[in-house]
């Protein structure tokens, strides 16, 4: 067993951070979460919501964000209701995912930190520019609803996230040159 352990050492490493890093940061927003009553919407899905409402008007788009009475926010697209958005629409589980990765595979703190926070930012603003997009799609395309937001933008997103976690490993931390 000892043996194995040796054999496996960066491997089970590289699982261990990942997974206490998603364990932990996971706590963290469910205790950020449960500071929301039941019909009361996160900050984070509020400031995504809002960041989609300017991204469309400067794109002189009719948009218009409303709380609902739930948990969610409606989006009005030409005056008609298109979607709604809720806190998992917000990408917060996306950007666990990310930084979990990127602390599993971590260099120096300071580039590390770095690539969090900008890989952090272009996943949000990518987001809040797959949202609008997929308003203005739904609104196009109604019949395509499952396609859009359970295909096409997943499939998007994630890519994203697997192209920054390329990124990270092969350029910035110079992890393939290291191991050759």
Known sequence: MKHYFIAHKLFLLFLAKFFLTYILLTVVYQLYLGGFQQNQIDGITQLVSQNTQQLMRVLDMDVLVLKDKGASVMVFYKQKYIAR????????????????????????????????????????????????????????????????????????IYGVVFLLWVLWVTKILDYAKKTV
């Open 85 to 156: 958005i809720i806190e998992g629409c917000n990408a917060i589980s996306i950007i666990i995912l990310f930084v979990s990765f990127i602390v599993a595979f971590s260099g120096k703190i300071k580039p590390t930190l770095l690539f969090i926070c900008m890989g952090s930012l272009v996943i949000y603003g990518l987001n809040v520019v797959r949202i609008a997009l997929l308003v203005v799609l739904l609104d196009a395309y109604p019949e395509q609803t499952a396609v859009w937001h359970g295909t096409i933008f997943p499939l998007f």
